[in-house]
């Protein structure tokens, strides 16, 4: 990657820009399933489908299949691994899985890093955010039953909103890399490290939780111009975002209405 700490620093990001692919995924599980009425088998097909296509990755096929499994075979995280008793062939996983998580800081280290540099990463920060909020369980239950969803959700085109989902996701993915893209330039400019960022691209694309087919695009995208203001404004990623952008905004005025 460069000199000293610049490897390190590298991987940093990549598990910020993780979490908010993570994130990203969860809010369009979310709105399918809870303005769409989506149940977890056809989610499954949906993310199953957007794989074959630009959001083709690591974690659109997990979560396909996540959301397919059933709550049978489950193991402890424990060495050796037990099989855990009381499951229920016939319920899905990921309605009896434990919503709650933590996280182990490389997050936070990367929401550091960005404001010590003023870059800024909206879509890592409410990630984050995301996951301090969950982690808060106890407050969450008290504090939701304190102020419930007022009326029911609004009837809407399940088609037309699983193409707006879809197109949301990319676009909102696009801007999440290019924040962690700006990061690492920033860090290199102010380093000395000169790092190579359509090698990082590359190298992002074997083996690691975010590999995904368009990190191919990212590289070509810096090799073609290796001071590239912003990913944005690459010419291909542009018009993929003019493109989305109607959809986003429906998304996004969906999301608030709800």
């Known amino acids: 990657?460069?000199?000293?700490?610049?490897?390190?620093?590298?991987?940093?990001?990549?598990?910020?820009?993780?979490?908010?692919d993570m994130q990203l995924i969860a809010e369009a599980y979310t709105i399918?399933?809870?303005?769409?009425?989506?149940?977890?088998?056809?989610?499954?097909?949906?993310?199953?489908?957007?794989?074959?296509?630009?959001?083709d990755s690591f974690l659109i096929e997990i979560t396909s299949?996540?959301?397919?499994?059933?709550?049978?075979d489950v193991y402890t995280n424990t060495v050796p691994a037990k099989l855990l008793e009381g499951t229920d062939a016939k319920k899905d996983l990921v309605?009896?899985?434990?919503?709650?998580t933590g996280n182990k800081g490389t997050g936070k280290m990367t929401m550091k890093e960005a404001a010590d540099t003023s870059i800024p990463v909206g879509t890592m920060s409410?990630?984050?955010?995301?996951?301090?909020?969950?982690?808060?369980?106890?407050?969450?239950?008290?504090?939701s039953k304190e102020f419930p969803i007022a009326g029911s959700m609004p009837k809407v085109d399940k088609a037309q909103l699983i193409k707006d989902v879809r197109y949301a996701l990319y676009a909102s993915k696009i801007c999440s890399y290019a924040q962690g893209w700006n990061?690492?330039?920033?860090?290199?400019?102010?380093f000395n490290w000169n790092i190579d960022l359509a090698e990082c691209?590359?190298?992002?694309?074997?083996?690691?939780i975010i590999r995904a087919k368009f990190?191919?695009?990212?590289?070509?995208?810096?090799?073609?111009?290796?001071?590239?203001?912003?990913?944005?404004?690459?010419?291909?990623?542009?018009?993929?975002?003019k493109e989305r952008e109607m959809s986003w905004r429906r998304v996004v005025s969906l999301s608030a209405a709800v």
């Open 183 to 190: 990061l690492m330039k920033a860090a290199s400019k102010e």
């Open 215 to 241: 990190l191919n695009r990212i590289t070509a995208a810096y090799k073609k111009n290796p001071d590239l203001l912003n990913l944005l404004i690459d010419p291909d990623f542009k018009a993929e975002i």
């Open 201 to 208: 691209a590359r190298i992002f694309t074997g083996g690691c």
């Open 95 to 100: 309605d009896v899985v434990l919503d709650k």
């Open 1 to 20: 990657i460069g000199p000293d700490g610049s490897g390190n620093y590298v991987k940093m990001v990549h598990n910020g820009i993780e979490y908010g």
């Open 65 to 72: 299949k996540i959301l397919a499994k059933k709550d049978t």
């Open 32 to 55: 399918l399933r809870s303005v769409g009425e989506c149940s977890n088998e056809e989610l499954s097909q949906i993310f199953t489908e957007w794989n074959k296509g630009e959001l």
């Open 126 to 143: 409410a990630a984050l955010d995301a996951r301090f909020i969950a982690f808060d369980k106890d407050t969450r239950v008290t504090m």
